[in-house]
């Protein structure tokens, strides 16, 4: 009897010490939420709520990340459809569909050097950037991008590459 008292006393002493655990009460947050977006290869843009605010990103983070995210995420419809002015994707795909078949990540770079940026006609830019990896690997292209609804959005690709014999 005295062995199943204590155990008794063991389990309730158990249970007490059991029923402060859990979770513990915290002030509310006081200062500002930061959210980060991390497209599939590491591309990022943060957006902030409450408190102060984060300042917008340039032009010049999104062009870079446009340009990024074109040359190197494989599998993501929406480059097709956000990335890209229509012009561009009937001159270079024919339509969405081709676009989206374009898009395996043997086809696309590894990374993206951009080694300048000059203001172009209109509004535009025309940023040199050197891939590495995937078709244009190797290559130094001139991109153009224009400024449509916000976003900046890639109208021209050209390659230092030789045509012909």
Excluded: H
């Excluded at 655990?21 to 902030?48: D, L």
């Excluded at 890209?84 to 374009?102: E, M």
């Amino acid at each position: 009897m005295k062995r199943i008292s204590a155990i008794a006393v063991f389990v309730a002493a158990c249970l007490v010490v059991l029923a402060g655990c859990g979770e513990k009460e915290e002030p509310p947050t006081t200062g500002p939420v930061v959210t980060q977006t991390t497209t599939a290869q590491g591309s990022t843009g943060q957006t902030t709520t409450g408190g102060g605010g984060a300042a917008p990103a340039t032009d010049e983070e999104l062009i870079r990340t446009t340009i990024q995210d074109f040359l190197t995420v494989p599998g993501d419809p929406s480059v097709c459809d956000e990335l890209i002015t229509p012009r561009f994707l009937r001159a270079s795909y024919g339509d969405r569909q081709g676009c989206v078949a374009a898009r395996k990540p043997r086809a696309l770079a590894d990374q993206v050097a951009i080694l300048a940026r000059k203001p172009g006609p209109g509004g535009a830019a025309i940023v040199t950037v050197k891939p590495q990896g995937g078709v244009f690997g190797g290559q130094t292209l001139k991109v153009t991008l224009v400024k449509a609804g916000g976003e900046w959005r890639i109208d021209k690709i050209t390659s230092n590459v030789k045509v012909g014999p």
